[in-house]
């Protein structure tokens, strides 16, 4: 009779074996894999954490070689055009979100959307650049926030439809039908019952969606442009968060570098707090599309 | 004598207690069925005794399984050895859909490095089908993939893939719960042919097919081992008065 | 024959409720609406926002498809086929070629995920099969991080830490042990082909991992007990049961990986050095169609140059629809199977 812990066959030490080291493996490719992201958020904190004070958030860029200076209006150009992407993609990609998911939507039309989307989201970047280029800046002879924002939020569109089609497929089959048993009409019961019951899953994909815009910078360079200056309007070149760290960063001169270093620091910092909240407040249910 | 042997066993899924502290024995070279209402922890139960409760998240046991006397949840057994002694078929057919239907039979095998040459291979093959009672449905298409046959068809393949590794013990999981009845009929006398070289533990929702097929039953209710004995006298002469309603009809 | 006022909206009726109902009942009754044949208003309205809504997104993709075939058409007219094998770029006699970034493009994006793709694989092995759940959840976080980080940082990175790192012990290594190879030849700079595929690489692998992991998620829970309950180590379970089921699925993962790859602008702009030239080290400066663009679009003085720019953007859209529409088909037909099986 064979014991259950006995049984010392070489076969069955040989399979143990190379089960540990392929399990090893993928275990060291993973750690390795983490390696750059430590190194990267490591070297952000040591150059970028001098650079940042209150001037950082309230001035202007400063000319080379004065000292001092901050971003204030790339931060603030950020969120207008972020803000202004977001308003526009979001009640886009919602409603394209709550077509696919209405019962019944596994046409040509309905495939046709999705794969769209899909495939919308695999574009470079910086050919949504040049579409944006071609259909608002040259009309209006002028780079200009409503271009920049035009273009990211071509870009948010699709991951909002996505998400919203996958927070909506959480919800119960169940729950619809029996609201329409009760006589609810159909838009309604799409928009104030299954919406509703998954808004928590729209609003983290939309959070997510709107952290991937917010780092974007190829799309923006002939769009937004870029702006030394305090601007907020719509029909103006606007300053961004990763156009100045962009600019900064290729020129030549070490006081810039520290600046691009301190805008590294706060841009990635408004990116992770995002991530990391969605992902305190719903674990891992929500992902960003692929 | 006991061949498996559960001592206080409990099994939880993260802080819900699905099994609550079964102590059983299960002979050797019979049939033990076990029955109760659905979500009662048959399937929990069967899978604790080859250690497949573990794969699922948050799914732990306490207590002991004996195997020939040996605690399988001893610390530094493997689960690997154990499932090789106690092989299990489960509820759904699961060919491996990439593998022929003779791959299939020798995929277990294969691991072990134990098939050494051709000849060998196709005696194996063809004694485990014909074990399993499929070798005069497929002996012809060998080379087809498994996913091509009838669903209880692919259910006696995967009872002759279980059979190729010579366990000592063969778990069944509802076997019969996806197959028509023609195909149910066929695995039952299947499962009373090969009591004799092996000890089978199965489980069913189907109080005919317990009481057609088995030698000794365990009713469970809500986790709990109500009532354990052989399977004429659970039937007709129930010692609790929960087994009685059950097979009764009374609930469940 | 006459009809009652109450006798016209019997099918509206809940079955449920006394036929002679209430007080209230009958108040209400006078409130119903008609029976009405069609689709009501409210309903065609909603249908109709939310069609156009879907239908936007086909028609930005295709928008932006032809938009930049129209815009690169002065271009394409004016050189034909020769713009695609011709390597001579030369803005100031009008003369533009693409072979250089198409190169860049491509050797750039292929290096990256030949890197790539066994940590991608390996890192989603690693958290759908094989760490216990709680470590695979935090581990798993951290990759998502990975994802998450702007491509302007990682470029930032790559001008000041990445690169020079790789100029100071990697080009030396591979030219002391591979110099034999015209690839690990030539001066050593921190700018070069071999920087923009290292930065590509670590941004691919969160990417190709996510993919692989849903698609070693679809993979029936049924057949990896089958392979545990015959006796499988968790390798083996992986051989029988993950990686046969999965195969096109992982394919899938990689060339969205590539087309990720391929599209990548500031992060290669500001690590490749720019140099619209074909050489054969990876140490030299090299470029990219993205990073062309972004680099060059605003200081093009002609229209003709700007036409050109768009053609390379035109090359790069068709490259990366080809690589996506693979890739999506391949995934797509995956996840079908799961569902009908």
Not at chain 1, 92 to 116: D, H, I, K, Q
Not at chain 2, 242 to 251: L, M, Q, S
Not at chain 3, 72 to 82: C, D, N, T
Not at chain 3, 150 to 157: H, K, N, Q, T
Request: positive net charge; aromatic residues 8%; proline residues 5%.
């Amino acid at each position: 009779m064979s014991s259950a812990v006995g049984q010392l066959s070489l076969r069955y030490w040989w399979r143990k074996f190379k089960s540990a080291t392929m399990m090893g493996a993928t275990v060291a490719a993973t750690l390795l894999t983490l390696v750059p992201l430590f190194w990267v958020l490591g070297y952000l904190l040591k150059q970028g954490l001098s650079g940042i004070d209150l001037a950082f958030f309230t001035s202007l860029p400063r000319p080379v070689g004065e000292k001092g200076g901050g971003m204030g209006n790339a931060v603030l150009g950020t969120l207008e055009l972020v803000t202004l992407a977001t308003v526009m993609a979001v009640p886009l990609g919602v409603s394209a979100g709550l077509y696919l998911t209405e019962p019944g939507r596994n046409g040509l039309m309905a495939n046709a959307v999705r794969f769209a989307a899909d495939v919308l989201m695999g574009v470079p970047s910086i050919v949504i650049g040049i579409f944006v280029y071609a259909l608002v800046v040259r009309p209006m002879k002028t780079f200009s926030a409503l271009a920049g924002a035009i273009a990211l939020a071509t870009m948010m569109a699709p991951l909002v439809v996505r998400t919203t089609e996958e927070a909506i497929k959480l919800v119960p089959l169940e729950l619809r039908e029996s609201a329409l048993a009760l006589g609810v009409p159909r838009w309604k019961t799409s928009l104030f019952i299954v919406v509703r019951t998954a808004a928590r899953g729209i609003a983290t994909g939309i959070l997510l969606a709107l952290a991937r815009i917010a780092g974007e910078t190829a799309p923006l360079l002939f769009t937004a442009f870029g702006n030394q200056f305090w601007s907020t309007s719509l029909t103006r070149p606007i300053a961004a968060l990763t156009v100045q760290v962009y600019t900064y960063a290729i020129s030549p001169f070490p006081e810039w570098h520290r600046q691009a270093w301190a805008g590294a620091l706060v841009l990635t910092g408004m990116v992770l707090i995002v991530e990391l909240s969605v992902h305190m407040l719903t674990g891992k249910k929500v992902r960003a599309p692929r | 004598m006991a061949k498996l042997s559960l001592v206080h066993l409990s099994a939880y899924f993260g802080r819900v207690k699905t099994l609550k502290d079964i102590n059983l024995d299960i002979p050797e070279y019979n049939v033990t069925a076990v029955i109760g209402p659905s979500g009662c922890g048959k399937t929990t139960l069967v899978r604790c005794l080859n250690r497949m409760h573990e794969v699922v998240r948050d799914a732990r046991v306490e207590g002991e399984v004996l195997l020939d006397g040996e605690n399988i949840y001893a610390p530094g057994v493997d689960p690997v050895q154990i499932r090789r002694r106690v092989g299990m078929v489960f509820q759904k057919p699961t060919p491996f859909p990439t593998m022929s239907i003779e791959e299939n039979v020798i995929a277990g095998l294969k691991l072990n490095g134990s098939v050494r040459n051709s000849a060998q291979r196709a005696e194996i093959v063809e004694r485990c089908l014909r074990l399993a009672a499929l070798w005069d449905e497929v002996k012809d298409n060998l080379g087809k993939p498994g996913t091509s046959l009838s669903g209880g068809q692919q259910q006696r393949l995967c009872i002759a893939r279980a059979l190729a590794v010579e366990p000592e013990v063969l778990l069944m999981d509802e076997p019969c719960s996806s197959l028509d009845p023609a195909s149910t009929a066929r695995i039952e006398e299947l499962v009373l042919e090969l009591k004799s070289q092996y000890t089978i533990v199965i489980v069913t929702h189907n109080m005919q097919q317990a009481a057609r097929a088995s030698d000794y039953t365990a009713f469970l209710l809500n986790g709990v081992l109500i009532e354990f004995g052989e399977t004429k006298q659970i039937f007709t002469n129930p010692k609790r008065q929960e087994t009685e309603d059950y097979i009764t009809g009374r609930f469940g | 024959m006459e009809l009652k006022p109450l006798e016209r909206e019997p099918a509206l009726r809940d079955p449920s409720q006394p036929l002679a109902g209430t007080v209230r009942h009958r108040a209400l009754a006078h409130r119903w609406p008609r029976l009405k044949v069609g689709v009501p208003l409210s309903e065609f309205v909603f249908d109709g926002i939310t069609g156009a809504a879907a239908l936007t997104v086909v028609v930005l993709l295709l928008a932006v498809t032809t938009v930049v075939i129209i815009e690169a058409w002065p271009a394409v007219g004016r050189f034909g086929l020769r713009f695609l094998t011709s390597t001579d770029w030369d803005p100031a006699n009008e003369q533009f070629g693409a072979l250089p970034f198409i190169y860049g493009t491509v050797v750039s994006s292929l290096l990256a995920l030949a890197v790539a793709a066994p940590f991608g694989i390996g890192v989603a092995l690693c958290l759908s099969e094989m760490a216990p759940f709680w470590l695979s959840d935090i581990l798993g976080f951290l990759v998502e991080l990975l994802a998450a980080i702007p491509s302007v940082v990682y470029g930032l990175w790559g001008i000041f830490v990445l690169g020079p790192w790789l100029r100071d012990y990697v080009e030396p290594w591979l030219g002391r042990y591979l110099g034999f190879l015209p690839l690990f030849r030539g001066p050593r700079v921190a700018v070069s082909l071999l920087s923009a595929s290292a930065i590509l690489a670590v941004m691919v692998v969160p990417y190709v991992s996510a993919v692989c992991r849903d698609v070693f998620s679809a993979v029936p829970a049924s057949l990896r007990e089958a392979a545990y309950a015959l006796g499988a180590t968790r390798w083996e379970m992986v051989r029988m049961a993950v990686l046969p089921h999965s195969v096109s699925g992982i394919v899938g993962a990689l060339i969205l990986g590539l087309g990720r790859a391929l599209g990548e602008t500031i992060a290669v702009a500001m690590v490749i050095g720019n140099r619209p030239a074909i050489s054969a080290s990876l140490f030299m400066p090299s470029t990219t169609l993205a990073s062309a663009i972004a680099n060059e679009f605003t200081e093009a003085t002609s229209d003709l140059y700007v036409s050109a720019l768009i053609e390379l953007g035109m090359v790069l859209i068709l490259i990366s629809l080809l690589v996506n529409v693979t890739a999506r088909l391949l995934i797509y037909n995956l996840t079908r199977r799961r569902f009908s099986s």
